[in-house]
């Protein structure tokens, strides 16, 4: 590989009782789920802005507006999918990902091996090449009162 870029992507849904909670293409044991227009998956949603912003592509919004109805509802990893195909068709593939998800609770440890090798899936590299990590906010802000759930993705592409 020749040419590389480095994108970082945020994103952050609010919590609601009674929705499903899925993060990195993996449903979470929980009793409250983030509110949004897709399956509402901050982590894929974080790594798609990560992805389009290496690339100077724009961001998840201008690829999935959330004014559309084809996207209500609709499951992250076919939006992660559909990023994917268009890095690959300008050539480009990903050298690693690295994920931090921001959230009280619930605890996340038991998740991160299957986020990784999910996410690892979707992007064409191998497992060791992802990193998801989560975290809290020490009980502060929004995260910390359980009001909601912030990630951060950083991916290198190389061509």
């Known amino acids: 590989m020749e040419d590389f870029r480095i994108g970082n992507g ?17 449903k979470i ?12 998956d901050v982590a894929i949603h974080a790594l ?3 992805l389009l912003g290496a690339l100077a592509l724009g961001d998840i919004g201008k690829h999935f507006p959330d004014t559309s109805d084809e996207f209500n509802g609709i499951d992250s990893k076919i939006l992660l999918k559909r990023t994917m ?8 593939k990903v050298v690693n990902a690295d994920v931090t998800i921001a959230m009280q609770r619930p605890k996340l440890a038991p998740y991160i091996l ?3 090798e ?6 064409e590299i191998s497992a060791e090449r992802v990193s998801v990590k ?18 951060y993705a950083s991916v290198l592409l190389g061509k």
């Open 118 to 123: 999910t996410l690892a899936t979707l992007m």
């Open 134 to 151: 989560a975290t809290t906010t020490e009980k502060l802000g929004f995260v910390g009162r359980g009001e909601g759930c912030e990630v």
């Open 85 to 92: 195909g268009l890095i690959n068709s300008m050539g480009w």
């Open 48 to 50: 798609c802005d990560a």
């Open 114 to 116: 299957q986020m990784r």
């Open 29 to 40: 044991e929980s009793t409250s789920g983030c509110i949004a227009h897709s399956d509402g």
């Open 10 to 26: 945020y994103d952050v849904h609010a919590l609601a009782e009674g929705l499903p909670l899925w993060l990195g293409g993996v």
